[in-house]
């Protein structure tokens, strides 16, 4: 009796996970020749014979009832409340240029006129050995997200030893995958995926992200978030050892002083996990282990956007007052004695 | 030994008479009248047996769908002895719509016209006097003039044949004078036993289906009995760019009406800048055996069978045809070339866009598609 019950739980856990891999009628997503009644509709024709492009089918309000993640919303939504874990190209398409990355296929989102090198470039490095002074206009979603929608996963963890990488993202759109594995080592990014995205959240419900393949590795073969960032932004992560001069990430959490009482996950200011924990891991952890567990680019920012300057997740300017408390403050989500 | 030889004449002759032929035969009052008169009567009459009084073309005494229809449900006919197929039953003919039958054994390989007439414009080409539609011209109709068709087209003059039609010569404007000597044109190169590619498509008669130009495998019986050795063949190009190229191929014939949707410049067409995935539109004249070794693709195969097996719910064209080829089995080398029919029935069906197969049956994300669903996944295998 005991096994039956297990054995059903499986299924209905099961069940219940969100997949990437879609499902449903073909003709809700693709059409054949682009042609319906004797004419073209507008606006395509698109490529895989798709009947919207990118951001045509990923803009809209999510109410947690939507089985397609919404990235862009034409009206303002709720921070926090109705932007997913990603955030959101709202702000950055409505006039605030360092809200979000700059996707300039979103309506409304130009280049950042403030920068004439991506942030972080150093010549030489990753991207920037084949493309010049670093100033790459993100022109498509494809720069980062390399979509496989009827790719197969195995799950839990996604991407470490399969084609779909988590959330679909890898470089390898443009390029083969084994030039980014032989550039800089890195082979997408693997972790688990949140089934509704982060719509809902709490300590047990997020994503988990990957981070170093191990503690204090740079060239390691690598499934790390943070080193996907690194892609363009290497001198905010490669050119940090020793004594930091710049905010460290896939660095462990110091065991120690008052980084030892960060013990229960925030999503505020989400850790990632050391690669061979993530692995063994079955669905989303509450427990942060300082000494072992990771910051990572996604503790501070959300790639997509937020209302806040440098995409960060937080007010950074009005809620992080040293000495005062502030739960709005992602910044004493480690920092935990700074906060007063 | 006179005897033996008459028996194998004997033989000869009824072996003959199994395999249908296009050359008609039988008494020419069967098919013709010579003034469409008689006791003071016309002869002529339409596909519902009405007199007309108007003589027709070629002295026959009846149209394209006076011996092309039925007004029942059944698919061929018999006409002073001999088999004609029938393409617009006017009795509603049965038609299995999910991608595991897609009307096989139930419809000729072109389709039936029934839907068409009786359902909407979406379910067949709308050929005047069967059907209607608002469309004043053929979807993906441009360039038409580098296919040898009209610039404009004309709708109200869509016929089976000729100029405005797609069997027959286009250079001639109307069915009869488009199909003109066809019935009398012995077609044995277009059979497996005795295909002769050096004369096939040369002459109307001796072109696949009467589509001038166009070369393919007859099959016996229309594909009424129908399976993966029991089948057309057709003909189609392993391109590597999507400009006009052989005008020989079935998706060609197509493609002089709806060239967008084979050979369209820039975005009009299948592809933008680069031949190949990522594609605009659903390709055509392209080999599956071009994809990576491991694809989706290299699984075509007939639902419940082996793959590689040549599958007539989802056909595939040939780059080459030869005299008793092999036809139930595929190589993905030149032999598994995508074609407008392999998701279309020309003549029609009961499924929007004259599809194969019910589209909206098409469910990502099953296991094993191609033997749950078949359909649009016999080639697309894992989606």
């Known amino acids: 009796m005991k096994k039956v019950i297990i054995f059903l739980m499986c299924i209905l856990l099961y069940s219940a996970v969100a997949m990437a891999k879609v499902s449903g009628v073909c003709s809700d997503c693709h059409t054949m020749h682009y042609s319906q009644g004797g004419s073209l509709s507008g606006g395509g024709p698109y490529e895989s014979l798709l009947i919207n492009n990118c951001i045509g089918c990923h803009t809209g309000e999510n109410d947690g009832t939507n089985t397609t993640p919404y990235v862009f919303s034409e009206t303002e939504p709720t921070y926090g409340t109705n932007t997913l874990a990603g955030g959101n190209f709202y702000w950055v398409a409505h006039g605030c240029n360092e809200c979000g990355h700059n996707v300039t296929a979103i309506p409304g989102v130009s280049q950042d006129p403030n920068f004439s090198q991506t942030p972080g470039y150093v010549s030489g490095k990753t991207c920037s050995s084949c493309h010049g002074s670093g100033n790459m206009v993100l022109t498509k979603c494809v720069f980062c997200h390399n979509p496989k929608h009827h790719g197969s996963e195995s799950g839990p963890v996604i991407g470490d030893d399969e084609e779909v990488k988590y959330r679909f993202l890898s470089l390898d759109y443009y390029h083969p995958s084994t030039f980014q594995e032989g550039s800089y080592n890195f082979y997408g990014v693997a972790g688990i995926e949140d089934d509704d995205w982060e719509y809902t959240i709490s300590s047990n419900d997020h994503n988990e992200y990957c981070g170093a393949a191990s503690s204090g590795d740079y060239d390691g073969a690598s499934h790390s978030i943070s080193r996907y960032c690194a892609a363009c932004h290497w001198g905010f992560y490669g050119e940090n050892t020793e004594h930091w001069k710049r905010h460290p990430s896939d660095i462990a959490l110091p065991n120690s002083g008052e980084y030892a009482n960060y013990t229960t996950y925030n999503p505020l200011a989400p850790i990632a996990r050391l690669e061979s924990t993530l692995t063994g891991m079955t669905a989303a952890s509450s427990t942060v282990t300082p000494g072992e567990d990771q910051v990572s680019c996604l503790s501070c920012h959300r790639p997509h956007g937020s209302p806040y300057p440098d995409l960060l997740r937080w007010d950074y300017e009005n809620k992080c007052k040293a000495g005062t408390s502030d739960p709005d403050c992602g910044c004493f989500v480690c920092h935990t004695e700074k906060g007063g | ?383």
């Not at chain 2, 009846?62 to 229809?69: D, I």
Request: glycine content about 12%.
């Open chain 2, 1 to 383: 030994m006179k005897k033996v030889v008459m028996l194998i004449v004997g033989m000869c002759m009824l072996l003959y008479g199994v395999v249908a032929m296009a050359k008609v035969s039988g008494r020419c009052d069967n098919c013709h009248t010579m003034h469409n008169s008689q006791g003071g009567s016309p002869m002529a009459y339409d596909e519902t047996g009405n007199p007309l009084s108007e003589a027709q073309g070629a002295l026959l005494i009846t149209t394209c769908l006076g011996c092309h229809s039925s007004t029942g449900t059944e698919v061929t006919k018999t006409v002073a002895g001999s088999t004609v197929p029938v393409v617009y039953s006017q009795g509603g003919p049965n038609y299995t719509t999910d991608g595991k039958h897609a009307g096989m054994g139930e419809v000729l390989a072109g389709g039936n016209f029934y839907w068409a007439a009786t359902v909407g414009d979406a379910k067949g080409h709308n050929v005047s006097g069967i059907g209607s539609t608002t469309f004043t011209e053929p979807p993906g109709y441009s360039q038409a003039t580098s296919y040898g068709r009209p610039a404009t087209w004309d709708m109200s003059k869509f016929t089976c044949a000729g100029m405005y039609g797609c069997h027959g010569d286009p250079s001639k404007e109307g069915s009869f004078a488009g199909i003109y000597g066809a019935h009398h044109a012995d077609d044995s190169c277009l059979k497996l036993a005795t295909y002769d590619d050096s004369e096939a498509g040369t002459t109307v008669g001796k072109s696949y289906r009467f589509l001038l130009g166009i070369k393919g495998i007859e099959d016996d019986d229309w594909e009424l009995t129908v399976s993966p050795s029991d089948h057309n063949v057709y003909l189609g190009e392993d391109r590597n760019s999507d400009a006009i190229s052989s005008t020989a191929t079935i998706s060609y014939l197509c493609a002089e009406c709806h060239g967008d949707f084979h050979s369209g410049t820039g975005n009009l067409g299948m592809d933008d800048d680069n031949f190949g995935h990522p594609w605009l539109r659903h390709p055509t004249d392209y080999d599956m055996g071009n994809t990576d070794a491991g694809s989706e693709y290299r699984s075509y195969g007939h639902p419940d069978s082996a793959v590689g097996t040549y599958s007539p719910i989802a056909p595939v064209g040939w780059a080459s045809l030869s005299a008793n080829m092999t036809i139930d089995t595929v190589t993905f080398s030149d032999d598994t070339i995508v074609l407008c029919v392999s998701c279309h029935r020309a003549h029609g069906t009961p499924n929007d866009d004259i599809l194969r197969w019910d589209y909206n049956a098409m469910q990502a994300g099953t296991d094993d598609p191609r033997n749950n669903i078949g359909g649009c996944f016999i080639c697309h295998t894992t989606k």
